[in-house]
């Protein structure tokens, strides 16, 4: 049955392909229809994209016509919204209107291909029209069909002087895994409830359905809790420094602690009202038994160590050292202690109001990179061990995460953890979210447990997207195209098992909200593409050419996108002789590199970078720039030969 599928599918795309070939052929010339299938840009790729002849012109007077009004209303807000917005034109949505310009319509009978979340979108010369099973599928057919209209449709005011044209298309597309997160760092830095809704409008463009909301670290607690005030009081405190984040000097006693913030329990409902509004699920995350330094901050009693009365939220002075690898050596003590029942009963208040103001199905309780050395010299924790019969400190955190799993079981939620809940002893029922690689998920997977694959190799947002020259320092770096690689059911995994993926975007190094869209942009978009998409339809060229379109939408929505595709990627190594060589490999296709020795800014009339360069003698600084035929597109890259030397060697 699945090979007779596979065959029909094959026969499907490989005529789709022939199709939009010929459609190409006759547009040569064709006035009317000067939109052609290169400027036709869907972020996720459809599964199946059919241009037909002619164009659809937005009349004067729109109106919009819904199946089922009250299951669609969010999706006709939103188109409405969004057309009124750029156009200035007025978009009425009554329902008896003769000749609709835009059709949204459930369907009667269920279209399995379709499943959930998948949509019909036909565009004709005279209508638009849009079909799926369910709400979320309308949905997400407005988000391709936003993306048919002029870019200019993205702007935050109205633009005069628009052909309002889009081209004719069948599209038939359904995601391939429906759980499509982004997690978002909120106790790293603290973001303002506006700035969570700007994320959700930025993820939704892109079929993202699932925010992992980071609420909890050393450096933060954002969500009130009802009976434990002092989680917000104190815990959502630390001192503001600006820098490298992790090398800060250590905060002095006087210092305000004034930097940072927390969400009440209405700013919660307000931000699960408004994801819901947009097809969107928030899974909350609470990290522990590691990572809760905000809460030993605040309540020291969770703590084993006595010296945590004298404990402060983060600001972002070291605290670990990790010079021996994983797990860390803790310097200060940021774990819950699993010997202590008071953490229990705490995480019990804690989860049960979280499970109220969180519809979604899982709450993820972290578990990542709890260190071992506070614990494995403590007198609780040994008592513990020998009462319980746990031979290693993975054992004492899997006896600690197995209590955990039933208070959120009791709460009537799924407990998902990292993968580090899988060392030690994992509970049967227990999900996981595979970060250290894939190789956790694809083992996790093999033992029927659900799994979200989110690898650092490649899903990792906060890893540096360009040369650290021009970006702040992380530890690890992560470009477009190896983004573009992740397949998040790779070769040996259960696929039955594997109910998602997403990416993850830390925020130690993160300060602003307009660098949050730096970093997720357009990397986000690969991510978006690889988890939605048929791994069959992804293509590194078209996925770039849809990209540098989706950069002037970008531009026009006032969002923050990396521009690190067309910079150089710098690479060093030593001649035969042991002189400096430098490589500068360009990220993507039809790119010019200059460059000078001599301190002054090249551009297209200096040299052309043709071959690795060995710097003269006494140059200090050798400067880059790369253009797309006259236009420059990187940005000016300054590296002192100094660097590249120490990077050398
Ligand atoms: C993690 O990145 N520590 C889950």
């Not at 009250?70 to 188109?79: I, M, R, Y």
């Not at 800060?248 to 210092?255: H, L, Q, R, V």
């Not at 403590?378 to 995460?401: C, H, S």
Request: with cysteine; net charge neutral; charged share 25%.
């Amino acid at each position: 049955m699945k090979k007779l599928f596979l065959i029909i599918s094959c026969c499907f795309f490989a005529a789709n392909s022939y199709a939009q070939t010929l459609v190409n052929e006759t547009e040569i010339g064709d006035a009317e229809t000067a939109i052609s299938t290169a400027s036709i840009a869907i972020i996720p790729v459809p599964v199946s994209l059919m241009k037909k002849a002619g164009t659809f012109t937005l009349p004067e007077n729109i109106s919009i016509q819904a199946s089922k009004s009250e299951d669609l209303k969010q999706s006709v807000a939103f188109l409405s919204e969004r057309i009124e917005r750029a156009t200035g034109r007025f978009v009425s949505s009554v329902t008896s209107a003769n000749h609709p310009t835009i059709k949204l319509i459930l369907n009667t009978q269920n279209d399995v291909l379709l499943g959930l979340e998948g949509y019909k979108l036909n565009v004709n010369p005279t209508q638009i029209v849009i079909t799926a099973n369910k709400p979320a599928g309308i949905f997400w057919g407005v988000q391709s069909l936003i993306q048919l209209f002029p870019v200019e449709i993205e702007s935050k005011e109205v633009v005069a002087n628009v052909k309002w044209k889009l081209p004719c298309v069948d599209v038939v597309d359904y995601p391939k895994l429906g759980w499509r997160g982004l997690m978002f760092d909120v106790a790293r830095h603290f973001f303002t409830k506006d700035e969570v809704k700007q994320f959700i409008d930025n993820m939704v463009r892109y079929k993202f359905n699932l925010l992992h909301f980071h609420l909890t670290d050393d450096e933060g607690w954002r969500i009130e809790i009802k009976g434990l005030p002092k989680l917000t009081e104190v815990g959502a405190w630390s001192v503001q420094k600006t820098g490298t984040f992790g090398d800060f000097t250590p905060p002095t006693a006087d210092e305000p602690r004034t930097y940072g913030g927390f969400y009440t329990q209405e700013d919660i409902k307000e931000l699960v009202q408004y994801a819901q509004e947009r097809f969107v699920n928030i899974m909350p995350e609470i990290d522990v038994p590691g990572h809760s330094l905000a809460a030993i901050a605040s309540y020291p009693d969770l703590s084993c160590t006595p010296d945590a009365a004298n404990y402060k939220v983060r600001s972002g002075e070291k605290i670990m050292d990790w010079s021996r690898g994983a797990p860390p050596t803790a310097l200060v003590d940021n774990t819950l202690c699993p010997a202590n029942e008071k953490v229990y009963v705490f995480l019990d208040s804690v989860i049960t109001q979280v499970a109220k103001l969180f519809p979604f199905e899982y709450i993820h309780m972290g578990g990542d990179e709890a260190p071992h050395n506070f614990w494995e010299k403590n007198d609780q924790v040994k008592a513990l061990m020998l009462r319980e019969g746990l031979k290693t400190i993975p054992q004492v955190q899997a006896y600690f995460e197995k209590r955990l799993e039933q208070i959120v079981i009791s709460k009537g939620k799924k407990f998902m953890g990292w993968d580090e809940i899988l060392e030690g002893g994992v509970s049967p029922t227990a999900s996981v979210m595979s970060w250290r690689g894939l190789k956790y998920g694809i083992e996790a997977s093999k033992e029927k447990h659900n799994v979200v694959m989110s690898p650092t190799d490649f899903a990792y947002l906060d890893y540096m997207q360009a040369d650290v020259i021009t970006e702040p320092r992380v530890y690890a770096s992560l470009r477009l195209n190896k983004t573009y690689q992740f397949n998040p059911i790779p070769a040996g995994a259960d696929p039955k098992y594997i109910i998602g993926a997403q990416a993850n975007l830390w925020t130690e190094q993160i300060f602003t909200f307009r660098q949050v869209q730096y970093m997720l942009w357009p990397r986000a978009f690969a991510i978006s593409e690889s988890i939605w998409s048929p791994i069959e339809k992804k293509n590194w060229t078209s996925f770039i050419d849809r990209t540098e379109q989706h950069f002037k939408r970008l531009d026009l929505a006032e969002v923050k996108y990396s521009p690190a595709i067309y910079d150089p990627i710098i690479a060093v190594k030593r001649s035969s002789d042991k002189q400096l060589m430098i490589e500068l490999t360009p990220e993507i296709d039809g790119l010019d590199i200059y460059y000078s020795f001599d301190n002054s800014t090249p551009d297209r009339f200096y040299p052309k970078y043709t071959a690795a360069l060995i710097p003269p003698k006494d140059a200090s600084m050798l400067r880059v720039i790369t253009y797309k035929g006259k236009q420059p597109v990187g940005r000016l890259i300054s590296m002192p030969i100094a660097d590249l030397q120490k990077r050398s060697k």
